[in-house]
């Protein structure tokens, strides 16, 4: 029945249509009837209305209903506390375009200032902009990008879903950006497809679920007193959450990211880029990311400034993209970046950097920590047999990504330095391929053979080809290794006790390989000409770095004025720390430098020279040092007294800004020069004078035991400024206090 109640002030009809087709001219003002569905009964779509005889509204179909039959007079939705996206007419089966039934909702929600609700359901829509207060609140519902919405064929921005207003807050929302049927086939830069952009003041986004986006996730732009929260972001081809001031205005201001869990985006889990300020991002876990979180200058003049990012969790970076040759693999980027501090983050795995430092000025880092892991990469050669050059087909390497890194046969034992590489070829020049001679044969039951050769370098799984026997010549894998034997299968005949057995050094089809890739804890350095300046490396832990646990690089542009204090550098397969020719006026103080396997401090200088870095109190855990007291590099080996510096010279300083106190030994170490020098006067280069012993060979610390007066002593003579002179007989110590012979110039120190 069209008409399911008919006696009383409410009326009650299965759908709209049959509402409409009930003509009611006597329909009087405040006549409520309910309506189970829109559609059908129990659609969902369900509601009160109530008739205005005054209304000439247009028909929608859901919330402004007309009878037929009746000119002016209306039925008019009458909603409750909370909204839903059903109430006007929005179907959420996957297939239908709901954006106009969405427009109408958010108009209502905006205007009303009533709760909206999406319930279940997945709800297609190709551009949604929220332009007044609202509150949203996800019950289990989809939002979804209609496919081919985006234009994925030129660089033109488009916005799925636009926020440009104050006092705004999502929740408990499922986002899928569609982005699999809304990207360009071939990358166009710059391209915009944003799934959601947030301006406003006070903008609250929160327990949502952002995937499969056609572009970044989240655009937090020019917002302020505003908060992205415990969301989850999947599957992004660009940035997880951007936060974006691009006036650089300053419109961005105290705005908090935090908690969120963010993994596979391509690019980065955060990016802070442009002129942001005021921005905390804290707590957030990052996960399988081409990068962990990203502070980027863009090269427009306009540095991110005055931030925070703390105590955010990032692992495993950049290996899922490592085919893409823009994917840095670098667990915390930052870009010239200014007075922002970074502390307490936890950074794991990472393909190419755990921390890079590039440009940045007076910022701080404190109790960051990364802890590095072997990286190897497995395959196999499918090229031709005996080859130079390894093949694998079924990969994608970004061209040249791995030069420098070691490649190893594991069928045959030898190694290669990467020298270049293709998508799908490693060139490198394979040796050390194990090789010894054979003592003895036995049988070792089952159809194999003990082969014995002391201090052999074969291990499991290894092809050798053994030579010079009766019984046993043949290429054979070797199984059962021990120090000095290995099985291979063969028939046991005797004991040849002869021969000799070598791998191969070259590629054959079948043959496995490990590449081992090199990644550092912390690199420090300049970009766009501009040096790392006036920044603290404080309380920091590098754990296993597959290189350098911290290492100072050159380029154009001078990384000076930095602190290192109280660090703990440990490199597995490098220097604790290593400095490159543009180090210059740093200081290094209470720091440990463990390295596993190279130089616990390693001044590697390849150009130019390390200068003014002051070190103390720093502890070398092996002992292994290069470089570090090289005279000629001016590089301080410790402090002392009230932050005085000491290096060394051949003769007086000549240039420089020196400090009172200051102290230079000679370099020279010819008989009469002065041992060292003292700088009396603050300046550039100061003013110096003689100081302490004077270069006499042995004669530093002569022993007078025949004299209570050294001048009278004979073979004293002559005698230079600043000598000491030890009488054994009265315990006495004297010092020369000028270069003349005479008794005058002695000074008796006890």
């Known amino acids: 029945m069209a008409i399911i109640q008919k006696n009383s002030a409410r009326l009650e009809f299965d759908s709209v249509a049959l509402l409409q087709a009930e003509s009611k001219p006597s329909f009087v003002d405040g006549q409520i009837v309910y309506i189970k569905g829109i559609t059908a009964s129990n659609d969902d779509g369900h509601g009160n209305f109530r008739y205005d005889s005054s209304s000439s509204a247009t028909d929608d179909g859901a919330t402004i209903i007309n009878p037929i039959g009746i000119g002016n007079g209306r039925f008019l939705r009458v909603f409750g506390d909370v909204i839903s996206v059903k109430d006007f007419g929005a179907v959420g089966d996957g297939s239908t375009n709901d954006n106009a039934a969405l427009l109408l909702w958010i108009a209502e929600i905006q205007s009303s200032l009533k709760v909206g609700v999406i319930p279940a359901g997945t709800f297609i829509f190709t551009d949604l902009d929220i332009t007044a207060p609202c509150r949203i609140e996800g019950m289990g519902g989809t939002l979804k990008l209609k496919s081919n919405t985006t234009d994925q064929s030129a660089s033109t921005a488009y916005y799925p879903i636009k926020v440009a207003s104050d006092n705004v807050s999502i929740s408990n929302v499922n986002f899928n950006g569609n982005g699999t049927n809304n990207r360009p086939v071939t990358p166009i830069s710059p391209w915009v497809a944003d799934i959601i952009t947030l301006i406003g003041d006070n903008i609250q986004f929160s327990n949502n679920y952002l995937y499969d986006a056609p572009d970044s996730g989240v655009m937090f732009a020019q917002c302020q007193n505003s908060n992205i929260s415990h969301n989850r972001i999947d599957d992004i081809p660009d940035a997880g959450i951007y936060c974006n001031d691009s006036t650089g205005s300053l419109t961005a201001n105290n705005n908090i990211v935090s908690s969120n869990n963010i993994s596979r985006c391509k690019f980065a889990g955060i990016g802070i880029k442009r002129h942001l300020e005021n921005i905390l991002v804290s707590g957030n876990t990052i996960y399988d990311c081409g990068n962990g979180i990203t502070c980027e200058d863009f090269g427009s003049g306009n540095d991110p400034d005055r931030f925070v990012v703390s105590n955010n969790i990032i692992r495993y970076i950049g290996y899922s993209y490592m085919s893409d040759a823009l994917v840095a693999g670098q667990g915390l980027s930052v870009q010239e970046c200014e007075n922002a501090t970074y502390i307490g983050n936890s950074i794991y795995d990472c393909m190419d950097l755990g921390i890079n430092v590039s440009g940045a000025q007076r910022s701080t880092f404190i109790g960051n920590t990364y802890t590095g892991v072997p990286k190897v990469l497995f395959g196999a050669h499918d090229g031709s047999a005996n080859a130079a050059i390894l093949t694998d087909t079924s990969q994608a390497w970004p061209v040249n990504y791995f030069i420098g890194d070691t490649i190893t046969n594991t069928t045959d034992g030898s190694t290669a330095t990467i020298t270049a590489n293709t998508a799908t070829t490693i060139t490198g020049t394979l040796s050390g391929a194990p090789t010894g001679s054979i003592t003895a044969f036995a049988d070792a039951g089952g159809g194999e053979v003990t082969v014995t050769s002391a201090g052999h370098s074969v291990v499991n799984g290894n092809v050798v080809t053994i030579t010079g026997t009766t019984s046993y010549n043949g290429t054979f894998v070797a199984s059962a290794v021990t120090t000095n034997t290995f099985d291979i299968t063969d028939t046991w005949v005797a004991n040849d006790a002869t021969g000799t057995f070598a791998g191969d050094n070259d590629w054959d089809v079948g043959d496995a390989f490990t590449i081992n890739t090199a990644a550092y804890g912390i690199q420090v350095g300049p970009r766009n000409s501009h040096g790392t300046t006036d920044c603290s490396f404080i309380g920091n832990r590098v754990y296993q770095a597959e290189m350098d646990a911290i290492r100072i690089i050159g380029g154009t542009g001078d990384n000076t004025g930095n602190r290192f204090l109280g660090n703990f550098l440990n490199s597995a397969g490098a220097s ?70 000491v290096t060394a010279s051949t003769g007086r300083p000549t240039a420089g800004t020196w400090k009172a106190g200051d102290i230079s030994y000679e370099n020279a170490e010819a008989t009469g020069d002065p041992f060292m020098y003292r700088c009396q006067l603050a300046g550039t280069p100061g003013t110096w004078t003689t100081a302490a012993f004077t270069q006499t060979g042995a004669r530093h610390f002569p022993d007078a035991s025949a004299s209570a007066n050294p001048f009278t002593s004979g073979g004293f003579t002559p005698h230079y400024t600043g000598e000491l002179v030890y009488n054994s007989t009265t315990k006495t110590c004297w010092m020369a206090t000028g270069e003349t012979a005479t008794a005058l110039n002695w000074q008796k120190l006890n």
């Open 576 to 645: 604790g720390i290593q400095l490159s020719s543009t180090s210059k006026n740093n200081e290094f103080s209470d720091n440990t430098f463990d390295s596993d396997l190279g130089f616990d401090i390693n001044q590697n200088v390849t150009s130019g020279t390390v200068v003014a870095n002051m070190w103390g109190n720093n502890r070398a855990v092996n002992g292994t040092i290069n470089g570090l007291l090289d005279a000629s590099t001016g590089c301080w080996n410790h402090q002392y007294g009230n932050g005085n510096k």
